[in-house]
């Protein structure tokens, strides 16, 4: 078993819709990463967080340091985010990814 | 102004070879890494680097080598290349987390490695 699983693998929706990203991890963090790799291959950090929330444009992250468990949500969905959203968790020194979600929106 | 580069972005080569793989970054961070997605996107570590030093290497073959010549490079070295080591390697730097702090991890455009 991973130690970052992240929920649903893959979803499409239709373009408008609210989308949320899950992720669990089972070992103890000083942060969690949400990244976005384009269909290109780049790779893009979208946020860091270690407690709470953040929100950036259309795109809100939260983290319950308790549950172990972080949440990605995209507001009025677009085409343009289809995207693999990777998160990753700040252990010793290094990341540790989960296998990432790919989601493709449909105008 | 690229942040962190790499070159080359596509390497094609064949089993046994020798090839290398370049990284720079602009952005003054004192650490850097080197991670390998698979066939299935599955990013992981492989090495990383603080101020020229490694600090960690992650089960790594020893045919793989990196090289830091200063805090703004780290290049991988691969040596007799084997079919499973193809992949996309990723470069990424970021501030310093030995200082007990985490930062954003800025990530190069990515190389793929193919071995026929």
């Known amino acids: 078993k991973n130690e970052v699983e992240q929920s649903p693998q893959n979803l499409t929706a239709q373009e408008g819709e609210f989308i949320t990203i899950n992720c669990s991890y089972s070992v103890g963090i000083s942060a969690l990463h949400w990244l976005q790799q384009h269909p290109g291959g780049g790779i893009v950090s979208l946020f860091m967080?270690?407690?709470g929330k953040k929100k950036h444009g259309r795109l809100i992250a939260t983290i319950n340091i308790q549950e172990k468990h972080s949440s990605l949500h995209i507001t009025a969905s677009h085409p343009r985010d289809s995207a693999v959203y990777i998160c990753?968790?700040?252990?010793?020194?290094?990341?540790?990814f989960g296998q990432g979600t790919r989601l493709t929106i449909n105008p | 102004d690229t942040a962190v580069s790499q070159t080359p972005k596509y390497l094609v080569t064949q089993m046994g070879n020798d090839k290398s793989i370049k990284c720079e970054q602009n952005l003054g961070h004192d650490t850097m890494y080197w991670y390998k997605q698979d066939s299935k996107k599955f990013l992981k570590i492989m090495f990383s680097y603080n101020n020229k030093e490694l600090i960690i290497n992650e089960t790594v073959p020893n045919r793989f080598s990196p090289k830091s010549p200063d805090k703004a490079h780290l290049n991988l070295h691969i040596n007799s290349l084997e079919l499973g080591d193809s992949a996309v390697y990723f470069c990424a730097s970021s501030q310093d987390p030995l200082a007990g702090s985490t930062d954003t991890q800025y990530f190069g455009p990515g190389t793929r490695l193919t071995v026929l």
């Open positions: 967080l270690s407690s």
């Open positions: 990753a968790v700040q252990g010793a020194q290094k990341l540790v």
